[in-house]
């Protein structure tokens, strides 16, 4: 049996790709395998992004379609992404933890890292929502699975206690 040396954990910063990061983490330290926590940023984000600083320092609104430069959105999302994974994982004993920031249409750039860190699983955390929107995610997701070059583990959501 292959060993799991490095495991690959798309976030978005909500509460469903936090519980998808302690699950990877504990695999992780299991395994003793290296974590590589992604955040994917969408040039549509970019723009919003600028749009919001904007409206914040009553700064006159930018035309749209210049938005915020690339590197200041990487730069600005690395920064939470750090914060993100000091807030949900606490204790990552020896596991050595790298954070990737890439641009780009999420579910390519998901493919592509998972390609390029040569990872050995991809752990995909299933957010909660509607049933409708829940089936279309899990859709897109089955169809994108037998193009990644390792096997996927979906992390299905943890349900509320209320």
């Known amino acids: 049996m292959n060993s799991v040396r490095k495991i690959l954990v798309p976030v978005d910063f909500s509460e469903d790709s936090a519980n998808g990061l302690k699950y990877a983490l504990s695999l992780a330290q299991e395994t003793q395998a290296e974590l590589v926590v992604l955040y994917v940023a969408e040039k549509k984000e970019a723009d919003h992004f600028f749009c919001l600083l904007a409206s914040m320092e009553a700064w006159p609104m930018p035309n749209v ?8 959105l990487v730069r600005e ?10 807030q949900h994982a606490r204790n990552p004993g020896a596991v050595k ?23 050995d699983l991809v752990v995909l955390a ?37």
């Open 97 to 119: 933890i790298r954070k990737r920031v890439v641009v780009g249409k999420k579910s390519r750039q998901i493919l592509e890292v998972a390609r390029e860190e040569n990872v």
């Open 126 to 162: 299933f957010p909660r929502q509607s049933l409708l929107r829940y089936l279309i995610a899990r859709r897109r997701v089955l169809k994108a699975i037998p193009n990644f070059p390792c096997p996927v583990l979906l992390k299905p959501p943890v349900p509320s206690l209320a």
């Open 65 to 72: 379609s210049t938005g915020i430069p690339i590197d200041q």
């Open 77 to 86: 999302k690395a920064l939470d992404l750090h914060y993100f994974i000091q």
